[in-house]
């Protein structure tokens, strides 16, 4: 079990996202009422899990950037081959891999119990905006979003700073 602690959206007509070019075999779930989960693989070896955020037609998705582990740590820590908590879930890929998500999860309702869900948690006290990361296409766009006081984020600390 994990607590979200960093996000990127991907809104509808935004030029980086999976979706602007339309639906295809490998983002149809990004084209799923909210709640599905998109998964895929980046740079050929790591998987990145995304939440589908809108009406059934519409592509657009939340990537999962960074989590604080709650629970279940040895299991995570075995599939990513890491000990330092600060390292375990920080990064969209690293992220992907300490919960076990594959292809398999794609699709998936999370808003309903099963190997993967979303369940409401304590929100955090400040939430901190700015770009998104490792993006060409509209990278200036504030769509990223993080628990300001979180140790666990990934990307440059100056990205980390709260700014209201």
């Not at 602007?20 to 149809?28: I, K, L, Q, S, V």
């Not at 709640?35 to 955020?53: E, M, P, Q, T």
Request: proline content about 6%; glycine content about 10%; some cysteine.
């Amino acid at each position: 079990m994990v607590r979200i602690v960093e996000t990127e959206a991907y809104v509808p007509g935004d030029a980086a996202s999976h979706a602007f070019r339309g639906e295809t075999a490998r983002n149809r779930s990004m084209f799923l009422r909210r709640g599905h989960a998109y998964v895929y693989v980046i740079y050929g070896r790591s998987y990145c899990l995304n939440v589908s955020s809108e009406t059934p037609g519409v592509g657009a998705a939340v990537l999962l950037r960074a989590a604080e582990p709650l629970a279940g740590v040895e299991l995570m820590e075995a599939r990513r081959a890491c000990h330092d908590g600060r390292l375990l879930c920080s990064g969209p890929g690293r992220l992907a891999r300490a919960l076990g998500v594959t292809r398999w999860h794609d699709a998936l309702d999370l808003c309903a119990r099963g190997p993967l869900w979303l369940a409401a948690g304590r929100p955090p006290e400040a939430i901190g905006t700015s770009v998104r990361i490792g993006l060409t296409r509209e990278a200036a766009r504030p769509l990223r979003f993080f628990d300001a006081a979180s140790l666990v984020l990934s990307g440059p600390r100056r990205l980390n700073e709260h700014k209201p």
